[in-house]
């Protein structure tokens, strides 16, 4: 299962950490994992291409930490996070969101 743990303090976004593998298929084939890596990876780039305003970390668990709270970054954080609960309500075997206070 995939696991995305969006942390907030005082309702402002300041952290995400995505991890594991949603075994919906065979690795390569995966339509879940493919439709979450869609997903980040674009948003991650969109963010990137305005300003350096987040810092990622691709390690085991990929971890997107807010540097700087300004409106697209916001915007386009908030999109992630709605697009990856859409594939949630799909899939739910597969991914899971849920929102913890403090990275």
Do not use: P, W
């Amino acid at each position: 299962m995939i696991k995305v743990k969006i942390y907030k303090n005082k309702g402002i976004i300041d952290c995400i950490k995505i991890s594991g593998h949603a075994d919906y298929a065979t690795y390569g084939y995966d339509i879940v994992c493919s439709a979450v890596s869609s997903v980040v990876t674009t948003s991650i780039n969109a963010i990137l291409s305005f300003e350096k305003t987040i810092d990622v970390i691709d390690k085991e668990t990929l971890e997107i930490k807010v540097l700087k709270h300004d409106k697209i970054t916001a915007t386009l954080i908030e999109n992630m996070i709605a697009m990856l609960k859409e594939i949630e309500k799909q899939y739910k075997e597969n991914i899971r969101t849920e929102e913890k206070n403090e990275c």
